[in-house]
């Protein structure tokens, strides 16, 4: 994982896209756990995000991912399958418009 964390917490928003999406917790977790950040969002509010690439059975998962520093918690966004089409082939970086 790219920070430590000593505890995760999901949003509405991300248990609602992750349901619709077919991703469940346990491989969210393998993403922060097993995971690399592929773009860092420092300005973000309240806290600094990440977006994170895992894959999870060979089926590529973006996590996005914010952190507070103080307590050490994760607090997961939104989880979803990157489009091919709007990724290059190693699902790290985006297509060029």
């Known amino acids: ?15 609602k896209r ?11 977790q393998d993403v922060l756990e097993n995971g690399e ?3 860092d969002y420092p ?7 990440g977006l994170m690439l895992g894959f999870v059975d060979e ?3 973006h996590v996005v991912v914010a ?4 307590t050490k918690t994760s607090y997961i966004v ?3 399958d990157p489009d091919p089409d ?5 699902f790290r970086n985006r297509r060029s418009q």
């Open 1 to 15: 994982m790219f920070i430590e964390t000593s505890k995760i917490l999901f949003t509405g928003h991300a248990v």
């Open 86 to 90: 709007l990724w290059e082939p190693d």
């Open 37 to 39: 950040i592929v773009a």
């Open 59 to 61: 089926r590529p998962i």
């Open 67 to 70: 952190v507070e520093s103080e």
């Open 18 to 28: 992750m349901f619709e999406r077919s991703i469940n917790r346990r491989e969210v």
């Open 43 to 49: 300005d973000d509010q309240p806290f600094p995000s």
């Open 78 to 80: 939104t989880a979803y």
